[in-house]
């Protein structure tokens, strides 16, 4: 199959139910969102660079649209007849991670037309936390905040959550956190270890972009969600570490550079120097919730860390798009 010609698999025999667009399948968010929306009276359709390869991991009913959202003449076939679409896409992984703010802008724009095109009613976006008037916060931050913008100008109603570390097996940024304590007894650490953050349970993310859907039609929002606990990424470490019943010592060194950090990072996690550092930005930036407005629209109640940590620690349940996960290139935050 052509990869830029968009092409509808398995649609039809499903009525009038709405159809939901889910972006990043194949991704770390995408791919557990996927077997809860199945879960609903609705058309799932799901959008793939790869749909050879996604199709292999998903259920016969979801329909699938080969696409691109750098393409932007791929998504007019992927939007027709949405009427909610996740836009769980990121393009700071694999070999886009260089320019990706540059592509993730391109990306939205593209999406954002589309979508408005289409007639879409809403779109759900999950991005990271910060304060926008902050001038240090990270290109990373920076950009998804810039994705955010694009899809709320969109005309199309934009539900934009933001999080900080996602805590569930296969995240990424949770990954980081279980390789470096599982791999170094004595830790060097750098000043941003004390940087106070909002972690979320995936399972808490994924009530939320469920939740999402189920809105009364309203205008576009910012929605800030974050666990229980406001903790350091130290915090974490030891949670981590006597959750496994491992014993770490961390000495600060001031002078640990955002780059140096990085390239620490890639010798001992899997992640990739160029992904490593635009997290490691990230991290020097608080990403705590301040807008109590997730607590006003939802009736959900987040765990904490300690609770979220023990769930991700359990032995892993296969997900729809598991096969291949965790994606050892995708990037969090
Ligand atoms: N994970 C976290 O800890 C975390 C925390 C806070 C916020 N978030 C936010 O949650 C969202 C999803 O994150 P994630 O961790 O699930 O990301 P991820 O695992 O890196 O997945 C990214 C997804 O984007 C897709 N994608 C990349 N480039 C694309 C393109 N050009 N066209 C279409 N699809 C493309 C990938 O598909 P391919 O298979 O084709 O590469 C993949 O499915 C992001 O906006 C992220 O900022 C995540």
């Known amino acids: 199959m052509n990869a830029l010609i968009p092409s509808f698999e398995n649609s039809g025999a499903t009525g009038d139910l709405p159809v939901i667009l889910l972006t990043g399948a194949s991704g770390y968010v995408g791919g557990r969102l996927l077997p809860e929306l199945l879960k609903q009276p609705i058309r799932v359709r799901c959008l793939a660079r790869d749909s050879v390869r996604l199709r292999s991991r998903i259920p016969e009913n979801v329909e699938l649209v080969q696409g691109d959202v750098l393409d932007a003449a791929s998504l007019t076939a992927a939007l027709a007849g949405v009427d909610t679409a996740y836009y769980l896409v990121h393009l700071m992984s694999g070999s886009e991670s260089k320019n990706f703010e540059q592509q993730d802008r391109q990306a939205a724009e593209n999406f954002a037309k589309a979508a408005s095109a289409a007639g879409v009613h809403r779109i759900i976006y999950l991005g990271g936390l910060g304060d926008d008037s902050d001038p240090k ?12 913008q694009i899809l709320r100008e969109s005309g199309v109603e934009t539900i934009e959550f933001r999080a900080s570390l996602v805590i569930g097996a296969g995240s990424l940024s949770f990954d980081l956190v279980q390789s470096l304590t599982d791999r170094l007894p004595v830790m060097l650490c750098p000043k941003w270890l004390t940087t106070p953050t ?7 993310v994924l009530a939320y972009l469920l939740a999402a859907k ?7 929002r910012i929605v800030e969600i974050g666990g ?14 006597a959750q496994k019943g491992l014993r770490r010592w961390l000495i600060s060194v001031p002078v640990l550079t955002p780059w140096l950090s990085s390239l620490w990072l890639a010798l001992v996690t899997p992640s990739s120097f160029e992904v490593g550092r635009h997290l490691i930005e990230g991290l020097k930036n608080p990403t705590v919730v301040r807008d109590p407005l997730a607590k006003t629209l939802f009736p959900i109640k987040p765990m ?8 991700a620690l359990l032995p892993r349940e296969p997900t729809a798009t598991s096969e291949n996960q965790p994606h050892p290139q995708h990037a969090a935050g």
């Open 304 to 311: 904490g860390v300690a609770e979220s940590m023990r769930i």
């Open 137 to 148: 916060l990270s290109p990373h931050l920076r950009s998804r905040h810039e994705v955010g």
């Open 228 to 241: 229980e606990d406001v903790v350091t990424y130290e915090d974490l470490i030891h949670e981590y570490a």
């Open 198 to 204: 909002q972690p979320i349970a995936v399972d808490d």
């Open 214 to 220: 189920e809105l009364p039609a309203g205008k576009s």
